[in-house]
């Protein structure tokens, strides 16, 4: 069975069970894209995996009680006249990961940017609690600062003095399969390896409050599973994370899943 093939039985199996399929679907075909298995390897048959995703929906976790660490009320944003966030609500505690998803353009960068402070809405409030850790969606690296360099600087921003910083950034890029143990420059860095840099960057120092926007592109598949194993661990160690993603097969594991729909 082809890669085609396997997603239009996966899209097919998934309307039938009522499950809107879009998303889904385009998550599994960058998947294949980034890992190069045939689909029947990487996930099995079309029916069965679109069983397995349909009982993950509705497999509901125990919320966590801890304190909010980002409370977002009523946002709304427009850009000149195009609306883009209408009246968004979205509430994460420590200990809780929240995954933001909806087709390209509906906003979920702009949300993101706004639970950051980096852009404010035009309507509602959003509060945060405890120290933020940032990774956009691409950018955030220095051009000419190695990984160390950039491990120091950042520790240091985050009262980590220049060997505890390295150490700490060594630590976690090994979390997601990288040495960068005397890698060169940034502007020397595959796509891949500055996400994963980036990555590092927003755990530094272990804040509260994690903000990831699509993370993991350009990592193969092995480090988009060590993304992922490292979130849970993130979270288990009572860091609240919001994810940016298309991967609602991650959904029967995060705690809250904001959709925020089709194009704004
Ligand atoms: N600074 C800006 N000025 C004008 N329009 C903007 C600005 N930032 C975003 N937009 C527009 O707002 C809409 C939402 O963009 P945003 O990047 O938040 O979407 P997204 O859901 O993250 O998309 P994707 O999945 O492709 O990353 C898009 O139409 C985009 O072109």
Same mark, same amino acid.
């Given at each position: 069975? =082809? ?219 092995? =480090? ?41």
């Amino acid at each position: 069975m =082809s890669t085609d093939e396997w997603l239009h039985a996966l899209a097919a199996e998934l309307r039938r069970r009522g499950v809107e399929a879009g998303a889904v679907v385009a998550e599994a075909a960058s998947h294949l894209r980034e890992s190069g298995e045939p689909p029947l390897t990487v996930f099995g048959a079309p029916a069965a995996y679109a069983d397995a995703l349909v009982d993950s929906l509705r497999t509901p976790r125990p919320r966590s009680h801890g304190p909010v660490r980002l409370d977002v009320r009523g946002v709304t944003k427009s850009y000149g006249r195009r609306r883009v966030l209408t009246g968004v609500d979205l509430t994460v505690r420590a200990g809780e990961v929240a995954a933001i998803v909806g087709a390209n353009g509906c906003g979920k960068s702009t949300l993101l940017r706004i639970c950051a402070g980096l852009e404010a809405p035009d309507a509602g409030t959003v509060h945060r609690s405890g120290a933020l850790g940032w990774c956009p969606q691409a950018g955030g690296t220095a051009e000419f600062l190695t990984p160390d360099e950039h491990f120091t600087l950042v520790g240091a921003g985050r009262g980590l003095a220049r060997p505890a910083a390295r150490d700490a950034g060594r630590r976690a890029a090994a979390g997601v399969d990288w040495d960068p143990a005397g890698a060169p420059q940034g502007r020397h860095l595959s796509g891949g390896t500055r996400q994963k840099l980036n990555l590092v960057l927003a755990g530094l120092g272990e804040p509260d409050l994690m903000l990831l926007d699509e993370p993991y592109q350009g990592f193969d598949h092995g =480090s988009y599973l060590d993304f992922w194993a490292q979130v849970w661990d993130w979270r288990d160690a009572g860091r609240a994370v919001v994810v940016v993603t298309h991967l609602l097969a991650a959904a029967d594991r995060v705690d809250t899943v904001l959709d925020l729909g089709g194009r704004a």
